[in-house]
Nanobody, 126 residues
Framework: QVPLVESGGGLVQAGGSLRLSCAVS????????MGWFLQAPGKEREFVAG????????YYADSVKGRFTISRDNAKNTVYLQMTSLKPEDTAVYYC???????????????????WGQGTQVTVSS
């Protein structure tokens, strides 16, 4: 098991910003591609952003490109999601996920991810 703990969610007005963090236990964080997903009420979980194990490659859903930035600090075993220009439709529970990889590959679908955090609620008011 690889425990993942998200933090940083909350209530924010439209146009505001939040930074989510995901702390990962263990000594092998740099071997994992990391992803952020969201799940809105009544909807399926969907990909938001992903980052390769070195941090050299990042990927985003079209809906968040230019507004969200994923980053990681391998020395701190932490991945971040900086969210700006938030919209009410960004309201969801946000999850981080880890996939053990042997390359710079980053899955953009939830299937390959082996470990998941408990989620953190983000609510954007209009």
């Amino acid at each position: 098991q690889v425990p993942l703990v998200e933090s940083g969610g909350g209530l924010v007005q439209a146009g505001g910003s939040l930074r989510l963090s995901c702390a990962v236990s263990g000594r092998t964080f740099s071997r994992y591609a990391m992803g952020w997903f969201l799940q809105a009420p009544g909807k399926e979980r969907e990909f938001v952003a992903g980052i390769s194990r070195s941090g050299g490659s990042t990927y985003y859903a079209d809906s968040v490109k230019g507004r969200f930035t994923i980053s990681r600090d391998n020395a701190k075993n932490t991945v971040y999601l900086q969210m700006t220009s938030l919209k009410p439709e960004d309201t969801a529970v946000y999850y981080c996920a880890a996939d053990h990889v042997y390359s710079e590959y980053v899955p953009q679908d939830q299937g390959p991810y082996e470990y998941w955090g408990q989620g953190t609620q983000v609510t954007v008011s209009s």
